[in-house]
């Protein structure tokens, strides 16, 4: 779980987001800016850390008063190729940390990490993933906390949902993109399989208290309120006029092993008792109002 080192929200000196250009790091880095904290984003085109120059061109862009948030990743990784290359961007930074310490880094992980037989699941829940992707998260983590000198912060988000979000994968992205197209948004069976959906924003406004606070430990950024896909599929339908329509496709494969992921949030609200997530129907009628206009 999260302890703070401070116990109320500290000036930070500026912060340098390694990963800007993605849909969470360029989050991060608008809160930051709405947050009035100096801020440096830096996206591959600045510092690219799977060349062979990658650590120290990291190197030359920080300065000893720096916090980090590290967001930078090739995700998901799919296979043991992906792995290993973020484990080798992982490396690069931590030669351009051993040079030039942060005083706090916060790496943006994911709920992958865990057991896929934990549940509920909170931040006590063993790490121990199933995929390559949360091995990667979970070798990137221990790298950083063993390596660094300095506080270290763990932000695991389960399934991220944003208007700025390039990929298309299964839930609320490839069904409004399905329903822009004319419909109808498709599901896997009866859409049954209950997952947590938390908003890229409230992912970065926990990234900045962590921040603040120069935080220690884990944090998972969920909301603690698990929707069935078929739920899903309605929200996003009941945005469009006139409503598209929701279809079911018979499973040609078995229903994935971990059919429902469900979270205990009760360290959130000790570590940040005002904190309040967007509800999932406003997150999604939001994120609509953001990618078609209206008020």
């Known amino acids: 779980m999260l302890t703070h080192t401070t116990s109320s929200p500290q000036a930070l000196k500026r912060v340098v987001v390694i990963g800007a250009g993605g849909l969470v790091g360029s989050t991060i ?3 930051l800016n709405r947050a009035g904290i100096p801020v440096a984003g830096l996206t591959r085109k600045e510092v690219d850390l799977l ?3 990658g650590s120290e061109q990291l190197r030359a862009k920080l300065r000893s008063d720096d916090a980090v948030v590290f967001v930078s990743a090739i995700a998901p990784a799919k296979n043991a190729a992906q792995m290993m290359d973020n484990l080798r961007m992982a490396e690069a930074a931590l030669q351009a ?5 942060p005083v706090h ?15 509920p699941v909170t931040e006590q829940s063993p790490v121990a993933p199933s995929t390559s992707h949360g091995m990667m998260h979970a070798a990137r983590e221990l790298m950083f906390r063993s390596e660094v000198k300095a506080p270290f912060a763990a932000l695991r988000p389960t399934l991220i949902y944003g208007a700025r979000d390039p990929h298309s994968g299964y839930g609320p992205n490839r069904f409004r993109r399905q329903a822009a197209e004319g419909g109808p948004i498709t599901l896997f069976g009866e859409g049954e399989e209950k997952r947590d959906h938390v ?5 970065a ?5 962590i921040l603040q606070h120069r935080s220690t430990g884990s944090l998972n950024a969920v909301t603690g309120v698990a ?5 899903i599929a309605h929200l996003v339908a009941d945005n469009f006029e006139p409503k598209v329509e929701v279809k079911r496709l018979v499973r040609t494969v078995p229903r994935p092993h971990l059919l429902h992921r469900f979270f205990d949030i009760t360290n959130c609200y000790k570590a940040f008792p005002d904190f309040h997530f967007e509800p999932l129907a406003d997150g999604l009628a939001r994120v609509h109002r953001e990618v078609f206009g209206g008020c």
């Open 97 to 101: 940390f051993a040079a030039v310490p």
């Open 205 to 209: 406004r926990l990234a900045v208290r």
């Open 199 to 203: 908003a890229v924003e409230d992912v």
């Open 227 to 231: 929707t069935s896909f078929c739920d």
């Open 51 to 53: 060349a062979s120059a």
């Open 105 to 119: 880094l916060l790496y943006i992980s994911s709920d992958a990490v865990y057991a896929d037989d934990a549940n």
């Open 29 to 31: 880095v608008s809160e």
